[in-house]
Structure formats: structure tokens, C-alpha cells
């Protein structure tokens, strides 16, 4: 399995960003795609996750409301529309793949993703 992300850019606060995520050499086990964030300094953390069975989608609390996972079979993509975007949000963003269900602790430890994306940085800053 592959992933590639990209859509990550220079953005004011308030501004919205589509980030990609392209899947290709998929395996019928990764059914679970994931973006994590990583700021300078800090430890990798998931954002938002969509399964590819039932379109069930998980977000961590800090982004409800502003981003929106969403996901195109056909297209082998997965996307996060991110809105209202904060200086917080501000990090390198990656998309992941795992065999496990974007909940509880599968959500959030990165021990469970077996294929990565290199990452787009995402910046908010006036």
C-alpha cells in the first residue's frame, strides 16, 4: 500500500485548506484511513479517520465541526477539508492506513498504521 499526501500550503486563520490523500497498491485489509498531525516538538496525533466499508468517520475533539473527512472509491482518495482553520492546527500533516476500526484506541496510537504518507505541511499564520 501506498499513500501519498499533498494540499497542504500557507493559509490565514479562518482560511481553508482540501488536503489528498492518493491510496494505490491497496490491500482488501486497509479498510481504515487516518490523518494524524505532527507540530514541531510534539508527538504525532490523529485528526480524522474514515472507514472505506460503511464511510464511518472519527474526528478528535479540537477539529469537530471544522473538518470533514470524506473519501472517493473510485478515485482511490481519501480527503480532509479543513475550514476555519487556527494557528493551532498548524503542523505536518500525514495520512495513514491500518487494518483496525478508527475508534477508541485505534484512533489514536500510531502503532496500529502499517503504511504512511510523506506528509504536507500545513501552515496558519496571518
Known amino acids: 500500500v501506498q499513500l501519498q499526501a499533498s494540499g497542504g500550503g500557507l493559509v490565514q486563520p479562518g482560511g481553508s485548506l482540501r488536503l489528498s490523500c492518493a491510496v494505490s497498491?491497496?490491500?482488501?485489509?486497509?479498510?481504515?484511513i487516518n490523518w494524524f498531525r505532527q507540530a514541531p516538538g510534539k508527538e504525532r496525533l490523529g485528526v480524522s479517520c474514515i472507514s472505506s466499508i460503511d464511510g464511518r468517520t472519527t474526528y478528535r475533539d479540537s477539529v469537530k465541526g471544522r473538518f470533514t473527512i470524506s473519501r472517493d472509491n473510485a478515485k482511490n482518495t481519501v480527503y480532509l477539508q479543513m475550514n476555519s482553520l487556527k494557528p493551532e492546527d498548524t503542523a505536518v500533516y500525514y495520512c495513514a492506513a491500518s487494518k483496525y476500526p478508527c475508534s477508541g484506541n485505534y484512533f489514536y496510537n500510531v502503532a496500529y498504521y502499517d503504511y504512511w504518507g510523506q506528509g504536507t505541511q500545513v501552515t496558519v499564520s496571518s
Open positions: 497498491g491497496f490491500t482488501s485489509d486497509y479498510y481504515y
